[in-house]
Protein backbone atom coordinates (compact mmCIF):
# COMPACT_ATOMS: atom_id res chain seq x y z
CA UNK A 1 0.00 0.00 0.00
CA UNK A 2 1.23 3.34 -0.61
CA UNK A 3 2.63 6.31 1.89
CA UNK A 4 0.40 9.24 2.69
CA UNK A 5 1.86 12.65 2.12
CA UNK A 6 0.85 15.97 3.97
CA UNK A 7 2.47 19.12 3.62
CA UNK A 8 1.98 21.96 6.64
CA UNK A 9 2.44 25.79 6.67
CA UNK A 10 4.89 25.43 3.90
CA UNK A 11 6.41 28.62 2.66
CA UNK A 12 9.19 28.71 -0.14
CA UNK A 13 11.14 31.69 -1.27
CA UNK A 14 13.12 32.05 -4.36
CA UNK A 15 15.27 35.76 -4.78
CA UNK A 16 13.35 37.19 -2.43
CA UNK A 17 9.81 36.17 -3.23
CA UNK A 18 7.52 34.04 -1.48
CA UNK A 19 6.56 31.72 -4.33
CA UNK A 20 4.96 29.19 -2.45
CA UNK A 21 2.55 29.24 0.82
CA UNK A 22 0.25 26.35 1.45
CA UNK A 23 -1.22 26.07 4.41
CA UNK A 24 -1.98 22.36 4.36
CA UNK A 25 -2.55 19.57 1.63
CA UNK A 26 -3.22 16.23 2.68
CA UNK A 27 -2.36 13.53 0.16
CA UNK A 28 -4.01 10.37 1.68
CA UNK A 29 -2.67 6.99 1.37
CA UNK A 30 -3.55 5.52 -2.66
CA UNK A 31 -4.95 8.35 -3.64
CA UNK A 32 -4.03 10.34 -6.96
CA UNK A 33 -4.11 14.63 -7.23
CA UNK A 34 -3.72 16.69 -9.92
CA UNK A 35 -2.85 20.10 -9.60
CA UNK A 36 -3.49 22.84 -11.95
CA UNK A 37 -2.46 26.55 -12.00
CA UNK A 38 -1.16 29.33 -14.70
CA UNK A 39 2.45 29.45 -15.61
CA UNK A 40 4.61 30.40 -12.67
CA UNK A 41 2.01 29.26 -9.91
CA UNK A 42 4.18 27.25 -8.07
CA UNK A 43 3.48 23.67 -9.32
CA UNK A 44 6.82 22.73 -9.66
CA UNK A 45 7.95 23.93 -6.75
CA UNK A 46 5.35 22.01 -4.44
CA UNK A 47 6.25 19.04 -6.56
CA UNK A 48 9.67 19.50 -5.86
CA UNK A 49 8.85 20.08 -1.91
CA UNK A 50 6.92 16.95 -2.24
CA UNK A 51 9.60 14.97 -3.77
CA UNK A 52 12.16 15.78 -0.72
CA UNK A 53 13.98 17.50 -3.54
CA UNK A 54 13.60 20.79 -1.93
CA UNK A 55 13.42 21.71 1.53
CA UNK A 56 11.02 24.69 2.12
CA UNK A 57 11.61 27.93 3.75
CA UNK A 58 9.39 27.14 6.77
CA UNK A 59 6.70 24.44 7.21
CA UNK A 60 6.90 20.29 7.47
CA UNK A 61 6.39 17.95 5.21
CA UNK A 62 5.03 14.16 6.93
CA UNK A 63 6.26 11.01 4.77
CA UNK A 64 4.05 8.79 5.56
CA UNK A 65 2.84 9.85 8.82
CA UNK A 66 6.23 11.09 10.34
CA UNK A 67 7.44 14.94 9.98
CA UNK A 68 10.84 14.68 7.72
CA UNK A 69 13.72 16.10 9.85
CA UNK A 70 15.72 17.03 6.09
CA UNK A 71 18.76 15.04 7.19
CA UNK A 72 20.67 13.66 4.14
CA UNK A 73 20.92 9.89 5.42
CA UNK A 74 16.40 10.48 6.21
CA UNK A 75 15.92 11.75 2.58
CA UNK A 76 18.03 8.89 0.90
CA UNK A 77 16.22 6.60 2.46
CA UNK A 78 12.67 8.10 1.84
CA UNK A 79 13.65 9.09 -1.88
CA UNK A 80 13.81 5.78 -2.09
CA UNK A 81 10.13 5.16 -1.82
CA UNK A 82 9.06 7.60 -4.56
CA UNK A 83 9.65 8.30 -8.28
CA UNK A 84 9.66 11.88 -9.88
CA UNK A 85 9.19 12.63 -13.58
CA UNK A 86 10.50 16.00 -14.49
CA UNK A 87 8.87 18.60 -16.57
CA UNK A 88 11.98 18.24 -19.45
CA UNK A 89 12.58 15.05 -19.98
CA UNK A 90 16.31 14.44 -18.50
CA UNK A 91 17.87 11.30 -20.44
CA UNK A 92 21.23 10.10 -19.84
CA UNK A 93 23.57 9.72 -23.09
CA UNK A 94 23.11 5.56 -23.42
CA UNK A 95 20.35 3.74 -25.08
CA UNK A 96 16.25 4.14 -23.82
CA UNK A 97 16.45 0.21 -22.10
CA UNK A 98 19.75 1.76 -20.11
CA UNK A 99 17.92 4.60 -19.32
CA UNK A 100 15.48 2.89 -17.66
CA UNK A 101 17.48 0.30 -16.36
CA UNK A 102 19.30 2.51 -14.31
CA UNK A 103 17.11 3.55 -11.56
CA UNK A 104 16.89 -0.12 -10.98
CA UNK A 105 20.63 -0.99 -10.67
CA UNK A 106 20.79 1.97 -8.14
CA UNK A 107 18.55 0.63 -5.76
CA UNK A 108 20.00 -2.96 -5.98
CA UNK A 109 18.40 -4.60 -8.71
CA UNK A 110 20.09 -6.45 -11.13
CA UNK A 111 20.31 -9.08 -13.81
CA UNK A 112 17.11 -10.88 -14.76
CA UNK A 113 14.56 -9.63 -12.22
CA UNK A 114 15.47 -6.05 -13.71
CA UNK A 115 15.61 -7.54 -17.25
CA UNK A 116 12.06 -8.45 -16.78
CA UNK A 117 10.66 -5.20 -15.10
CA UNK A 118 12.42 -3.15 -17.86
CA UNK A 119 10.91 -5.04 -20.64
CA UNK A 120 7.48 -5.33 -19.08
CA UNK A 121 7.24 -1.29 -18.73
CA UNK A 122 8.86 -0.10 -21.54
CA UNK A 123 6.21 -2.83 -23.41
CA UNK A 124 3.26 -0.78 -21.46
CA UNK A 125 4.20 2.20 -22.41
CA UNK A 126 4.80 0.95 -25.88
CA UNK A 127 8.19 2.03 -26.53
CA UNK A 128 9.80 -1.94 -26.19
CA UNK A 129 10.94 -1.13 -29.91
CA UNK A 130 12.82 1.53 -28.81
CA UNK A 131 15.25 0.00 -26.75
CA UNK A 132 18.29 0.04 -28.56
CA UNK A 133 17.94 3.63 -29.20
CA UNK A 134 19.37 6.99 -27.95
CA UNK A 135 17.82 10.30 -26.43
CA UNK A 136 18.82 11.89 -29.49
CA UNK A 137 16.82 9.19 -31.60
CA UNK A 138 13.64 9.62 -30.02
CA UNK A 139 10.69 12.45 -30.69
CA UNK A 140 9.54 14.71 -27.70
CA UNK A 141 6.88 11.89 -27.22
CA UNK A 142 8.93 9.42 -26.86
CA UNK A 143 11.23 11.02 -24.98
CA UNK A 144 8.12 11.70 -22.55
CA UNK A 145 7.70 7.80 -22.46
CA UNK A 146 11.06 7.06 -21.85
CA UNK A 147 11.17 8.85 -18.75
CA UNK A 148 7.39 7.68 -17.30
CA UNK A 149 8.93 4.43 -18.01
CA UNK A 150 12.04 5.55 -15.66
CA UNK A 151 9.91 6.70 -12.85
CA UNK A 152 7.26 3.56 -13.38
CA UNK A 153 9.96 0.87 -13.34
CA UNK A 154 10.86 1.82 -10.09
CA UNK A 155 6.52 0.62 -8.84
CA UNK A 156 7.31 2.98 -6.09
CA UNK A 157 5.20 3.79 -3.09
CA UNK A 158 4.80 7.33 -4.02
CA UNK A 159 5.11 8.81 -7.72
CA UNK A 160 5.25 12.45 -8.58
CA UNK A 161 4.76 13.76 -12.18
CA UNK A 162 5.36 17.32 -13.51
CA UNK A 163 3.11 17.75 -16.64
CA UNK A 164 4.15 13.88 -17.89
CA UNK A 165 1.72 14.02 -20.54
CA UNK A 166 2.94 16.91 -22.48
CA UNK A 167 3.79 16.22 -26.41
CA UNK A 168 1.74 12.75 -26.00
CA UNK A 169 -0.32 12.54 -28.95
CA UNK A 170 -3.96 12.97 -27.67
CA UNK A 171 -5.63 9.44 -28.50
CA UNK A 172 -1.76 7.96 -27.08
CA UNK A 173 -2.19 10.79 -23.74
CA UNK A 174 -6.06 9.63 -23.25
CA UNK A 175 -5.47 6.20 -23.17
CA UNK A 176 -1.88 6.37 -20.77
CA UNK A 177 -3.89 8.44 -18.14
CA UNK A 178 -6.84 5.20 -18.43
CA UNK A 179 -3.75 2.94 -18.29
CA UNK A 180 -1.77 4.74 -15.33
CA UNK A 181 -5.10 4.78 -13.07
CA UNK A 182 -5.45 1.70 -13.25
CA UNK A 183 -2.26 1.00 -12.40
CA UNK A 184 -1.82 3.24 -9.48
CA UNK A 185 -5.11 2.32 -8.07
CA UNK A 186 -4.11 -1.38 -8.58
CA UNK A 187 -0.94 -0.60 -6.81
CA UNK A 188 -2.39 1.43 -4.44
CA UNK A 189 0.36 4.31 -5.44
CA UNK A 190 0.00 7.38 -3.70
CA UNK A 191 0.46 10.32 -6.84
CA UNK A 192 0.38 13.51 -7.39
CA UNK A 193 0.69 15.11 -10.80
CA UNK A 194 0.70 18.63 -12.28
CA UNK A 195 -1.17 19.87 -15.10
CA UNK A 196 -1.92 21.95 -17.48
CA UNK A 197 -4.68 20.48 -19.37
CA UNK A 198 -8.61 20.36 -17.86
CA UNK A 199 -9.11 17.15 -19.68
CA UNK A 200 -6.65 15.22 -17.82
CA UNK A 201 -8.05 15.72 -14.14
CA UNK A 202 -11.23 13.42 -14.47
CA UNK A 203 -9.50 10.74 -16.56
CA UNK A 204 -6.57 10.27 -13.60
CA UNK A 205 -6.90 12.35 -10.33
CA UNK A 206 -9.26 11.38 -7.70
CA UNK A 207 -8.84 14.97 -6.43
CA UNK A 208 -7.74 18.29 -7.57
CA UNK A 209 -5.41 21.41 -6.42
CA UNK A 210 -5.51 24.87 -8.09
CA UNK A 211 -2.55 26.43 -7.45
CA UNK A 212 -2.66 30.41 -8.00
CA UNK A 213 0.38 32.43 -7.01
CA UNK A 214 1.77 30.14 -4.87
CA UNK A 215 -1.49 29.48 -2.87
CA UNK A 216 -3.75 26.78 -3.28
CA UNK A 217 -7.29 28.31 -3.75
CA UNK A 218 -9.69 25.59 -4.36
CA UNK A 219 -9.49 21.99 -3.75
CA UNK A 220 -12.12 19.00 -4.39
CA UNK A 221 -13.43 16.33 -6.57
CA UNK A 222 -12.95 17.11 -10.36
CA UNK A 223 -16.32 17.58 -11.28
CA UNK A 224 -16.84 20.03 -7.99
CA UNK A 225 -14.33 22.75 -9.00
CA UNK A 226 -16.31 25.63 -10.61
CA UNK A 227 -14.10 25.89 -13.75
CA UNK A 228 -17.17 27.82 -15.18
CA UNK A 229 -15.43 31.13 -13.10
CA UNK A 230 -11.92 29.85 -12.43
CA UNK A 231 -10.24 32.47 -10.34
CA UNK A 232 -6.51 31.84 -11.57
CA UNK A 233 -7.67 32.48 -15.72
CA UNK A 234 -10.50 35.12 -14.48
CA UNK A 235 -7.64 36.97 -12.42
CA UNK A 236 -5.32 37.25 -15.80
CA UNK A 237 -8.07 37.97 -18.88
CA UNK A 238 -10.31 39.69 -16.41
CA UNK A 239 -12.81 37.33 -18.06
CA UNK A 240 -15.17 34.55 -17.22
CA UNK A 241 -13.29 31.26 -18.26
CA UNK A 242 -13.65 30.41 -21.89
CA UNK A 243 -13.90 26.81 -21.19
CA UNK A 244 -16.76 24.59 -20.75
CA UNK A 245 -17.42 22.91 -17.98
CA UNK A 246 -18.07 19.46 -17.74
CA UNK A 247 -15.92 19.03 -20.98
CA UNK A 248 -17.89 17.42 -23.31
CA UNK A 249 -17.10 13.75 -23.77
CA UNK A 250 -14.31 14.04 -20.74
CA UNK A 251 -16.50 11.81 -18.27
CA UNK A 252 -15.32 8.20 -19.41
CA UNK A 253 -14.90 6.73 -16.23
CA UNK A 254 -17.08 6.61 -12.98
CA UNK A 255 -15.84 9.08 -10.68
CA UNK A 256 -15.54 7.32 -7.58
CA UNK A 257 -14.58 4.01 -8.91
CA UNK A 258 -10.84 3.13 -8.10
N1 LIG B 1 15.74 30.76 -8.79
C1 LIG B 1 14.64 31.50 -8.79
N2 LIG B 1 14.68 32.79 -8.38
C2 LIG B 1 13.57 33.55 -8.33
N3 LIG B 1 12.34 33.09 -8.68
C3 LIG B 1 12.26 31.84 -9.09
C4 LIG B 1 13.39 30.97 -9.18
N4 LIG B 1 12.97 29.77 -9.61
C5 LIG B 1 11.63 29.89 -9.80
N5 LIG B 1 11.22 31.11 -9.50
C6 LIG B 1 9.83 31.63 -9.55
O1 LIG B 1 9.03 30.78 -8.74
C7 LIG B 1 7.70 30.78 -9.23
C8 LIG B 1 7.17 29.36 -9.23
O2 LIG B 1 7.88 28.59 -10.18
P1 LIG B 1 7.41 27.13 -10.59
O3 LIG B 1 8.45 26.58 -11.50
O4 LIG B 1 7.11 26.37 -9.35
O5 LIG B 1 6.06 27.43 -11.38
P2 LIG B 1 5.10 26.43 -12.18
O6 LIG B 1 3.73 26.60 -11.61
O7 LIG B 1 5.68 25.07 -12.19
O8 LIG B 1 5.12 27.08 -13.65
P3 LIG B 1 5.03 26.35 -15.11
O9 LIG B 1 3.57 26.09 -15.35
O10 LIG B 1 5.55 27.40 -16.03
O11 LIG B 1 5.88 25.13 -15.09
C9 LIG B 1 7.74 31.44 -10.60
O12 LIG B 1 7.17 32.71 -10.49
C10 LIG B 1 9.21 31.54 -10.92
O13 LIG B 1 9.49 32.70 -11.67
MG1 LIG C 1 6.44 23.85 -13.69
Given at each position: MGVGLRAERIKVIKGRVQVLAVDELEIASGEIWGIIGPNGAGKSTLLHVLSLLERPDEGTVYFDGRPVNWRRREIMELRRQLAVVF????????TVYQNVALGLRFRGIKGPEAGRRVQKWLEILGIAHL?????????GGEARRVSLARALV????VLLLDE?????DTPTRAALLVELRRLLKGRGITALFVT????ELPLLADRVAVLCDGRIVETGRPRDI?????GPYRGQT????PYPW??????TRDEGAK
Open positions: QEPLLLNTALRKPWELSLEPQPFVALHDFMPWSSWGEESPWPGVW
